[in-house]
T-cell receptor, first 113, second 110 residues
Framework: LAKTTQPISMDSYEGQEVNITCSHN???????ITWYQQFPSQGPRFIIQ???TKVTNEVASLFIPADRKSSTLSLPRVSLSDTAVYYC??????????????FGSGTRLLVRP | DVKVTQSSRYLVKRTGEKVFLECVQD?????MFWYRQDPGLGLRLIYF???????EKGDIPEGYSVSREKKERFSLILESASTNQTSMYLC?????????FGSGTQLSVL
């Protein structure tokens, strides 16, 4: 089961680009990498998912190097409302198509004015 | 939009009570999950299930059981609630590695 490691916390200022890196050394061939955002008293919300290279959507970009042992979530021009906890998840698909999805401890991002 | 509905937003129970937390999803997802979240500890997996055929323990199954008699409904059962089970409980469903979460149930055991 691929375990993930992320920085515990990060600070940034409004308008800056924020990059959060996740390490997943034991990622398996079939595993996807997914990032979630969580605000207090809410369930996590899907941000972006990728398998390799680069994925971009309207919210963020995800960079995955060729060895797939890490990934970087990039948030362009953050605002105060991006203050949240960000989780990196590596999907563990088993042979029967079921998934066992374990969260790491997440990165608490604080965006300052 | 996928909807994952947890039956209660807040619940207060007494020590020793049997507690049922219900979760229903409307997208025919095979996979369903129960997590608990405590301050500073992130989300911890209690149980997960693949359709009605399979239920499996996560990292912290002690004191919990689950039921999945129908594909859309996944119930978490606290056989005899204890104060250390006071927590936020989050249900999720997924067709694959992308999870869709309910709003959570904040359970207080007194």
């Amino acid at each position: 089961l691929a375990k993930t490691t992320q920085p515990i916390s990060m600070d940034s200022y409004e308008g800056q680009e924020v990059n959060i890196t996740c390490s997943h050394n034991n990622i398996a061939t079939n595993d996807y990498i997914t990032w979630y955002q969580q605000f207090p008293s809410q369930g996590p919300r899907f941000i972006i998912q990728g398998y390799k290279t680069k994925v971009t959507n309207e919210v963020a970009s995800l960079f995955i190097p060729a060895d797939r042992k890490s990934s970087t979530l990039s948030l362009p021009r953050v605002s105060l409302s991006d203050t949240a906890v960000y989780y990196c998840l590596v999907g563990d698909e088993r042979g029967d198509s079921s998934y066992k999805l374990i969260f790491g401890s997440g990165t608490r991002l604080l965006v300052r004015p | 939009d996928v909807k994952v509905t947890q039956s209660s937003r807040y619940l207060v129970k007494r020590t020793g009570e049997k507690v049922f937390l219900e979760c229903v999803q409307d997208m025919d997802h095979e996979n369903m999950f129960w997590y608990r979240q405590d301050p500073g500890l992130g989300l911890r997996l209690i149980y997960f299930s693949y359709d009605v055929k399979m239920k499996e323990k996560g990292d912290i199954p002690e004191g919990y059981s689950v039921s999945r008699e129908k594909k859309e409904r996944f119930s978490l059962i606290l056989e005899s609630a204890s104060t250390n089970q006071t927590s936020m409980y989050l249900c999720a469903s997924s067709p694959g590695p992308k999870l869709f979460f309910g709003s959570g149930t904040q359970l207080s055991v007194l």
